[in-house]
């Protein structure tokens, strides 16, 4: 389904013959491709059931029958479209295609001798930027509605918080606890060259990243296999981010998701304003925080608060969660995740069973950092939380938002607070482009002239410093500390063009935030002119 939403009267029962037409497709494809891999290995059976719960998701919809995340994403940027005014609005239509797809699939030979089909997708959802930017995932579920949604969202995230990129998203669909790493090594590189082949891949052209069953070893295997076929273009590393630091990455590039999502909730928690109006006091020191998901963006989150003086009161994984009133030490708690492989049994807490109950326990502010759809409503109207930070992408549904907003619940949208990810990703695509690490220049020079300025300060008030205080007010930056700095400052600015836009309109901030990348969107598109019209 190419658009966002029709407007004519018939749009609902064309998207349904729309729908009805590709699940029939879909299904008759996987029927083919299960037949052919029922007669292979167990393995290759497991991966035709796969595909089969595939076909099956995509005739699904949300909780409780609540839409979909694509649909979401659709109906989100309606309502903000409608507060586009003037020569923007002529825009609107053209901004909600997705301007290219890939879709391959090609065959893969087991360690045990069967073949699989394995199938995968990249959606380039905007070119008014170059290059595209989004993730690569590997999941069963990972599908070209998928993509193509999550690459819409990708284009408005990098427009709210400046990042020159259009939005993009690709995936394969297998499950990558099934494969071992050599097995995963030639799928990741078969589909690179998919990519490069189909001119999907590239410095200028679309800039992969890691994403949900992908690291930075993923990263490092796409590299190498487009700068093999690339022609010897010294801009080579700059294809994908998120690889190591031995291999182009950046500093700062782990931690930067979980980061952002601690300056953004900063940001707003700082706001006397609200605050008062949710009988808060400004600041996050001594609030109470909740996190869902202790994974990569949950530890990084919690970390963060936890430094700044908030309390971690309850962690949430899919097997369970912990509690304390007193507060629970992100690191500690990682420490006992490696060991036991759960949170359950972490010293000094409580254990609740249904991780899902975590969302609904008394706190100020709540952290999704999970999967898509967990505040539903069938939960919403148990949601205690005065403040929601979304850190995944979609945890709440359109209905429950409704609910939240009407409890006076401030909710911090996920289409600018989980984008220290992109953010930095953008920072490394610098470094790559410009072949020197950040703060390698300049990092001596300024650490002279503060020592200078020092000495002077010592001679005209006759007081020496120690060497720690000298040390620390000299101190150059490094790499690490610049792109801290520069996520700060991306952070600190989108929030407050949100909460400026939210006043000025009277609406919520995820509206706000729509309206915020649309306009920019529309403003580049219309100051490029029409190519070919």
Known sequence: IRCFAENDQNAQ????????????????????????????????????????????????????????????????????????????????????????????????????????????????????????????????????????????????????????????????????????????????????????S????????????????????????????????????????????????????????????????????????NDDESMHKLGLTPGVKGKSVVIQGFGNVGYWAARYFHDAGARIIAVAEHNGAVYSPDGIEPEALLAHKKKTGKLLGFPGTEAIEDSVKALELPTDILIPAALEQQIHLGNADRIQAKVIGEAANGPITMGAEEVLLKKNVMIIPDLFLNAGGVTVSYFEWLKNLSHVRFGRINKKWEEKGKENLVSYVETQFNRRLSQKERDRIVLGADEKALVHSGLEDTMVSASLETRLTAKELNVDYRTAAFVNGINKISQTVSESGFLFL
């Open 198 to 269: 189909k001119n999907f891949i590239g410095p200028g052209i679309d800039v992969p990243a890691p994403d949900m069953g992908t690291g930075g070893r993923e990263m490092s295997w796409i590299a190498s296999t487009y700068s093999a076929f690339s022609g010897g273009d010294v801009n080579a590393l700059g294809c994908v981010t998120g690889k190591p630091i031995t291999q182009g990455g950046v500093r700062g590039r782990e931690e930067a998701t979980g980061l952002g999502v601690y300056y953004g909730v900063r940001e707003f928690m």
């Open 13 to 196: 029962a064309k998207r349904t013959r729309l729908t009805a037409a590709i699940v029939t497709e879909e299904e008759a494809m996987l029927s083919r491709v299960h037949r052919a891999l029922l007669s292979r290995s167990s393995t290759s059976k497991q991966a035709a059931k796969v595909a089969v719960c595939q076909t099956k998701r995509l005739m699904s919809s949300g909780p409780d029958g609540e839409p979909e995340f694509l649909d979401m994403v659709k109906a989100f940027y309606n309502k903000a479209s409608g507060y586009i005014g003037g020569n923007q609005s002529v825009f609107i239509d053209q901004i909600r295609q997705v301007d290219a797809v890939l879709s391959v699939a090609f065959p893969f030979k087991r360690k045990d001798g069967s073949i699989e089909v394995i199938r995968g997708y990249r959606a380039q959802h905007s070119h008014h930027r170059l290059p595209c930017k989004g993730g690569i995932r590997y999941a069963p579920e990972v599908n070209l509605q998928e993509v193509q949604a999550l690459a819409a969202l990708m284009t408005f995230k990098c427009a709210v918080v400046d990042v020159p990129f259009g939005g993009a998203k690709g995936g394969i669909s297998i499950n990558p606890k099934l494969y071992d790493d050599s097995e995963l090594e030639r799928i990741t590189r078969r589909y690179t060259m998919e990519l490069a």
